[in-house]
Every structure is written in C-alpha cells, then in structure tokens.
Nanobody
C-alpha cells in the first residue's frame, strides 16, 4: 500500500525556518522515485515548490536560495528545509511521489505552514 505522510508544519514568524518531512511507504525503489513538494494557498492553484529525482533537484523561482529539498533513501523520507520564510509562503504543503517506472503520482494529506507575526 502506497502512503505519503507529511509532518513538520506549523506557525512561524517571518524570517524563521521550518523543516517538513514526508515519509513514504510502498515505494520499493525509493531511491529511484521522483519526489516533490507542492503547496496550495487559499484561493490559489496548487503549485510545484521543489522536486528531486534522477540525481537532480529543481525549485520554483520564488523559493530558490531559501528552500532546499533533500532525501534520506534509507529512511524513505524526503525533506523540505524552508528558511527566510515569508508571509506569502503560507499554504498547505503536499508531498508528491511517483514510483520508479510508473506514471501515477501519489499525494500526502498535506501539512499547514503559516508564516505570521
């Protein structure tokens, strides 16, 4: 059974940091899987924040230099380190995973990140 479980969200002041985690299960070849973080703010469409796969990473323009995606393949976990947070980073953050050799993408339940003073 495939499952993605996010954690680490919360309330943080502008300029602060948070690290999100996404634990994957049912990913036999996790190291070869494509893992991404998306976010959705109220009234807006879900957008890609950062992705990791094939030995490379990619980031949305608005988070470059502030966010970093990483993964621990032994733990089947992907992380999103978020620094210098801004109010506009407030959103529900979702983990997205695509198993190696498959086109179907799986989603986690989301974790709320609120940046406010």
């Amino acid at each position: 059974q495939v499952q993605l479980v996010e954690s680490g969200g919360g309330l943080v002041q502008p300029g602060g940091s948070l690290r999100l985690s996404c634990a994957a299960s049912g990913f036999t070849f996790f190291s070869r899987s494509s893992m991404s973080w998306y976010r959705q703010a109220p009234g807006k469409e879900r957008e890609l924040v950062a992705g990791s796969g094939g030995g490379s990473t990619n980031y949305a323009d608005g988070v470059k230099g502030r966010f970093s995606i990483s993964r621990d393949n032994a733990k089947k976990t992907v992380y999103l380190q978020m620094n210098s947070l801004k109010a506009e980073d407030t959103a529900v953050y979702y983990c997205n995973g695509r198993r190696w050799g498959e086109s179907l993408a799986y989603w986690g339940q989301g974790t709320q990140v609120t940046v406010s003073s």
